[in-house]
Structure formats: structure tokens, C-alpha cells
């Protein structure tokens, strides 16, 4: 099960032909709440499949475009930890997650759109749901697809 909440500042759309550049790196947060010093690949999964979902509505994400006129920001935690707790709060997004009893840990993803160098999310998505550990990287792919597109889907196209 997956919970996703989608904000927008009254009034504001995207443009066509609007750009869209990487504040920095997904930031990761893992069961620990630690950001692993080393590369993940399930970060380099979520990276890709966040550009392509962008791709997909017509929005080119770049990396170091200094004349964007959008930033994106995006951040994953895993599990139930203090980082986690500060995202949610962070973001000002409560989606909620039906339990039904599970023993699984939950994940949480957000990702924000802001003016250059702002604080201000213009755009903001959360999505929360189990973490499913024991995946092939195949099956990981498809499901970081399918999770992005849904995060998304209320991303205006160009």
C-alpha cells in the first residue's frame, strides 16, 4: 500500500519549455538514519527513475543548469527514524499510511520544486509506503518506476 499527497501553491502552473536542474544529489536516508558515504544503487534507481518520469511529461531535469528556472529537490528515508520524522515535518506533508498490522518498515519520498536558491516549495510530492527489501534489481526498477509515476502524476505537462 502506498499513500501519496500532492501540494501546490495556489494558482502557480508550469510553463512550457520551463527548465528544471538538480539542486543536489537524492538525498538518502537509510534504516539507520544515516546517509551511506558510498554510492547506493538504489539511489542511482530512484535518480533515474525520477528523470525519466520528468522526461515523460515533457521537462528535461538536468544536472548544474545555472539559468533553471526550477530546482528539484528530492529526498528518500527508509524506515521509521528521527530523519524520517524531520523530512515529513520538513516538507509540511502528513500522507497517511494504512498499517493493516504489517511488520514492515516503512519508506518515505518527497520530492520539491522551488525557485532557484528559494526554500519555498512551489511544487512538493510525498509518497509513503513498505519498504520491500528483498527485490531483484529488475524488480527494483519496476517498482521505482511505478512509484514515481504515481508521486508525479499530478506534475503538469509541458
Known amino acids: 500500500k502506498i499513500s501519496v499527497t500532492t501540494v501546490g501553491k495556489a494558482g502557480f502552473v508550469f510553463k512550457t519549455g520551463d527548465s528544471f536542474s538538480w539542486r543536489r544529489?537524492?538525498?538518502?536516508?537509510?534504516?539507520?538514519?544515516?546517509?551511506?558515504?558510498?554510492?547506493?544503487?538504489?539511489?542511482?534507481?530512484?535518480?533515474?527513475?525520477?528523470?525519466?518520469?520528468?522526461?515523460?511529461?515533457?521537462?528535461?531535469l538536468s544536472v548544474n543548469t545555472p539559468d533553471a528556472n526550477y530546482e528539484v529537490v528530492a529526498a528518500a528515508t527508509l524506515g521509521d527514524?528521527?530523519?524520517?520524522e524531520a523530512l515529513a515535518a520538513l516538507a509540511q506533508l502528513s500522507p497517511g499510511l494504512n498499517t493493516d498490522g504489517s511488520d514492515l518498515a516503512r519508506g518515505t519520498l518527497l520530492i520539491g520544486i522551488a525557485r532557484p536558491?528559494?526554500?519555498?516549495?512551489?511544487?512538493?510530492?510525498?509518497?509513503?509506503?513498505?519498504?520491500?527489501?528483498?527485490?531483484?534489481?529488475?524488480?527494483?526498477?519496476?517498482r521505482f518506476n511505478a512509484l514515481i509515476t504515481s508521486l508525479l502524476a499530478e506534475l503538469p505537462e509541458s
Request: hydrophobic share 35%; proline share 6%.
Open 25 to 60: 544529489s537524492v538525498i538518502w536516508i537509510d534504516e539507520n538514519g544515516r546517509s551511506p558515504q558510498t554510492e547506493d544503487p538504489r539511489r542511482d534507481n530512484l535518480t533515474a527513475a525520477i528523470e525519466n518520469q520528468f522526461l515523460q511529461k515533457g521537462h528535461f
Open 81 to 84: 527514524s528521527v530523519p524520517a
Open 117 to 142: 536558491g528559494s526554500k519555498d516549495f512551489l511544487w512538493r510530492a510525498s509518497l509513503q509506503g513498505f519498504v520491500a527489501e528483498k527485490l531483484t534489481p529488475e524488480q527494483r526498477s519496476l
